[in-house]
Structure formats: C-alpha cells, structure tokens
C-alpha cells in the first residue's frame, strides 16, 4: 500500500531537485562569506570589462570630438577622471553584488533547510514503516 503523506513529501523533494537544486547547490558547499566573496571576485572581473567597454563605446562615438581637442587635453585630468569613474562604477557595481548575493544565499539557505526537514520527514516515515512491519512479523511468528 502506498502512503500518500510520504509520496506527497517525495514529490515535494523531487521539485526542489529539478527546479532549486542547482541553484541552491553553493549554499551547501560554501560559508556565507565564502560564496559572497567568490561572486564578488567575478563581479570585479566582469565589471572591470563592461567599464572598459563601456569606454570604448564611448571614445567610439566621440572620436570627432577627441580628435578635435587631442592638442588641448590634459592627459593627467583625464587619467585621474577615468580612474574615479571607474571607481565610482566599481563601488556601485560591488555594493550591488554584494547585497544580492547575500540575499540570494540567505533565500537559498531557507530552501536547503526545508530541503533537509523534507528528508528527514521522510526518513522517520520508513523508519517508523519498518518498525511497525517488523513489530508484525514478531506478533505472527
């Protein structure tokens, strides 16, 4: 006979495999300031491209303007300019990161626990299950 309460704790458990398992999978494998400071890294690495590209956008489409004031530009002002916008951009960028990334392992954190409770639930369903067939046997023999 099937017991519909542990099909129903399988299925549940079954879902969270197919749908969140994955996504979840680093909230089990690392510390909390661990998976933060690994997408922190690579939020650094593809922000620093996406700046630099956003740049070069950018002197593409004022290349007549540059052109024009290339004699006049003071090299040091713009360096220094370019240096705090990327700043700039890299705190906003990191901040961001950080922040959602913290949320999403928190959110994720949750979903494992669950993950977890539902295992054990059902774990107990067998156990009790076996206990209560091997109690049978016992009364028959």
């Known amino acids: ?3 519909e309460q542990r099909l129903h704790s399988m299925i549940k458990i079954a879902k969270f495999d197919a749908n ?3 996504r979840c999978k680093p909230m089990i494998q690392y510390a909390r300031k661990d998976y933060v400071a690994l997408q922190l890294l690579k939020s650094f690495v593809v922000g620093t491209i996406a700046f630099f590209m956003m740049l070069g ?3 593409l489409y004022s290349m007549d303007a540059l052109m024009e004031q290339i004699n006049k530009m ?4 713009a360096a220094t300019t370019l240096g705090l916008l990327y700043g700039i951009f890299m705190v906003i960028y990191l901040l961001a990161t950080y922040i959602i990334f913290n949320m999403k392992y928190t959110y ?8 977890y409770a539902g295992l ?3 774990s107990a369903m067998y ?3 076996e206990r209560l067939k091997g109690n049978g046997n016992k009364d028959w023999d």
């Open 127 to 129: 156990l009790r299950e």
């Open 57 to 59: 956008l950018w002197v």
């Open 108 to 115: 994720g954190r949750k979903k494992v626990k669950k993950y």
């Open 20 to 22: 969140d398992g994955k």
């Open 120 to 122: 054990k639930k059902i």
């Open 74 to 77: 003071d090299f040091v002002k």
């Open 1 to 3: 006979m099937v017991n």
